[in-house]
């Protein structure tokens, strides 16, 4: 008498966010259904997405999979993958998640900036993991790389243009000669910006990508608090002027790096760099960061680090990383 192998589980995906980025995560997994199985060794099935309104159309998206109770849908799945923002009920929903062993993915910058550290020790505790690529810099993978590539290296010092919005200000300001005012309404009528812009105009964003990137380099605490924070919002016309005649760029880097005493310093501030400085290059709501290691050298990585398909690429990544981990327990 034969038998044969039983059918693997599937991985079951609760999606807490149907915004932008939970969106095109949806869609994702929906039409490429085949692709995410084979690459997570089983089927991986959306039980459902959970959103403030049920009741307006999602392009690509079954209403019948909508939800308004975000806490019912996460309690049964393998891997909850929390695209809401802000602190709550997104911190509450994570915290529940990994006390009871699941994998979380999450896009939550300024949630891992603040709370990074017990999430991981609950985590830990637990048996659960916590996957966060997509917090910075979306689809270009310099967590991976800070966290697994450069792992038998020894990263010495961190320095990037990690916020899209703000660049794409700059940019116009500086290459463009568009007044500064001029520039930052613009950019909201793109959407670079949100409705309100001030995360990224007074530096808060960059500040937790930057802390998170410490954290992960040099296993320390990094506290957001006390990363040196100044943005670009009382930025005037004269500031780039200035700039230009001493034949720079303006952009708002966020840089890192560790002292002899193991000390981390890490800022956010608007600087004049030469212009052939691989920073001043980035263009429009291009982000850039460059490593520096050991070993290794400096290692720079570009790309796009917003857009929702773009965050969605970094989403679906650590989807498959988490479905593989839940897969070892």
Same mark, same amino acid.
């Given at each position: 008498?034969?038998?044969? %192998?039983?059918?693997?589980?599937?991985?079951?995906?609760?999606?807490?966010?149907?915004?932008?980025?939970?969106?095109?995560?949806?869609?994702?997994? *929906?039409?490429?259904?085949?692709?995410?199985?084979?690459?997570?060794? !089983?089927?991986?099935?959306?039980?459902?997405?959970?959103?403030?309104?049920?009741?307006? %159309?999602?392009?690509?998206?079954?209403?019948?999979?909508?939800?308004?109770?975000?806490?019912? &849908? $996460?309690?049964? $799945?393998?891997?909850?993958?929390? #695209?809401?923002?802000?602190?709550? %009920?997104?911190?509450?929903?994570?915290?529940?998640?990994?006390?009871?062993?699941?994998?979380?993915?999450?896009?939550?910058?300024? &949630?891992?900036?603040?709370?990074?550290?017990?999430?991981?020790?609950?985590?830990?505790?637990?048996?659960?993991?916590?996957?966060?690529?997509?917090?910075?810099?979306? +689809?270009?993978? #310099?967590?991976?790389?800070?966290?697994?590539?450069?792992?038998?290296?020894?990263?010495?010092?961190?320095?990037?243009?990690?916020?899209?919005?703000?660049?794409?200000? *700059?940019?116009?300001?500086?290459?463009?000669?568009?007044?500064?005012?001029?520039?930052?309404?613009?950019?909201?009528?793109?959407?670079?910006?949100?409705?309100?812009?001030?995360?990224?105009?007074?530096?808060?964003?960059?500040?937790?990508?930057?802390?998170?990137?410490?954290?992960?380099?040099?296993?320390?605490?990094?506290?957001?608090?006390?990363?040196? #924070?100044?943005?670009?919002?009382?930025?005037?016309?004269?500031?780039?002027?200035?700039?230009?005649?001493?034949?720079?760029?303006?952009? *708002?880097? $966020?840089?890192?790096?560790?002292?002899?005493?193991?000390?981390?310093?890490?800022?956010?501030?608007?600087?004049?760099?030469?212009?052939?400085?691989?920073? $001043?290059?980035?263009?429009?709501?291009?982000?850039?960061?460059? &490593?520096?290691?050991?070993? +290794?050298?400096?290692?720079?990585?570009?790309?796009?680090?917003?857009?929702?398909?773009?965050?969605?690429? +970094?989403? &679906?990544?650590?989807?498959? !990383?988490?479905?593989?981990? +839940?897969?070892?327990?």
């Amino acid at each position: 008498m034969s038998t044969h %192998p039983s059918a693997p589980s599937p991985l079951r995906v609760a999606l807490l966010g149907g915004g932008t980025v939970g969106g095109a995560v949806a869609r994702a997994l *929906l039409g490429r259904a085949d692709h995410y199985a084979q690459r997570a060794g !089983r089927p991986v099935q959306l039980l459902g997405v959970a959103v403030r309104d049920t009741g307006r %159309p999602r392009e690509g998206i079954p209403t019948t999979l909508l939800t308004d109770d975000p806490r019912a &849908l $996460a309690e049964g $799945a393998d891997v909850v993958v929390e #695209v809401m923002g802000g602190s709550e %009920p997104a911190g509450e929903l994570i915290e529940a998640a990994l006390r009871r062993g699941a994998q979380v993915v999450t896009a939550n910058k300024q &949630l891992v900036a603040r709370r990074g550290e017990e999430l991981h020790a609950l985590a830990a505790e637990h048996g659960a993991g916590l996957h966060y690529e997509a917090a910075v810099m979306a +689809a270009v993978p #310099v967590m991976a790389v800070v966290r697994e590539s450069l792992a038998g290296d020894e990263v010495t010092r961190i320095r990037g243009i990690v916020n899209g919005s703000t660049n794409y200000v *700059l940019d116009l300001v500086g290459r463009e000669g568009v007044p500064f005012a001029d520039a930052v309404r613009q950019a909201g009528e793109l959407g670079y910006l949100e409705a309100d812009p001030t995360e990224d105009l007074q530096g808060l964003d960059a500040a937790a990508k930057i802390a998170i990137l410490a954290r992960t380099a040099w296993g320390v605490p990094a506290p957001l608090e006390e990363v040196e #924070v100044t943005g670009i919002a009382d930025l005037t016309d004269a500031d780039f002027a200035d700039a230009a005649r001493q034949g720079g760029v303006l952009k *708002l880097v $966020a840089s890192a790096e560790r002292d002899t005493d193991g000390r981390v310093r890490a800022s956010v501030r608007p600087l004049i760099l030469p212009a052939e400085d691989p920073l $001043a290059q980035a263009r429009g709501g291009t982000n850039v960061v460059e &490593l520096e290691a050991a070993l +290794a050298g400096p290692v720079r990585l570009v790309g796009a680090g917003a857009g929702g398909d773009q965050t969605a690429s +970094a989403v &679906l990544g650590d989807v498959v !990383r988490a479905g593989l981990a +839940a897969a070892r327990r």
